[in-house]
């Protein structure tokens, strides 16, 4: 499956009467890596969570074409995978289960069974502990992998290496290197080195 074109014109969010996203309009072209730069307080995760379908814009539009075909907004969650500080995964589960749970849903394409999943991790087996139990770098790591593994034509990323240590940051741009590949992927970052696999680099302010 390649990429998903999205298409934002004039797109804004306001809060209790506050600019948080000033009008945006980008044409994200499939297949392209793009980074969203900016300080603190710019909207770089509004924008993430308005273009991925969790947030509904105050003005402007988003549209979605997949190999020349339209997609309803209320249908890309089909569609798009989202890995972001703000942990998707189910604090009381452990790994496995967090794991057998995201199967059902994003399945992808890699099939991978729970030992091939630790080993590209690069962990040992965690046991059951839960993963509310783990380190924010540790959560990060499989929202990042799971993310990938996904099979989204549409990858979402909002500050990526956040917790990551370097030889963590050093596994993700390897992964990225594997897993970008054909899909359309958004970073949104402070960081400029979230940046290395982008073509195009977009600064909000």
Known sequence: MTGIQVVATDLSK???GQTIVN???FNFFPGSVTG?????????????????GFLTPSSGSISYQLSH???????????VA????????IKDFDLEENYLLFRKFKAGSENLNYKGLLEL??????????VGQYSSGMQQKVNLLFAMLSGC???????????????????????AERFFR????????NDDKDFIEAGNIIKLV
């Open 14 to 16: 306001v809060y209790a």
């Open 23 to 25: 009008p945006f309009s």
């Open 36 to 52: 969203v730069s900016g300080p603190n307080g710019s909207g770089k995760s509004t924008l993430i969570r308005m273009l991925c």
């Open 69 to 79: 075909q339209l997609i309803e907004r209320k249908e890309i969650y089909q569609y």
């Open 82 to 89: 989202l890995a972001a500080p703000y942990s998707m995964l």
């Open 121 to 130: 991790l690069e962990w040992k087996n965690p046991g059951q502990k839960v």
């Open 153 to 175: 034509p549409l990858l979402l990323l909002d500050e990526p290496t956040s917790y990551l240590d370097e030889s963590n940051k050093e596994w993700y741009h390897k992964q």
């Open 182 to 189: 054909d899909k359309t992927v958004i970073i949104a970052s």
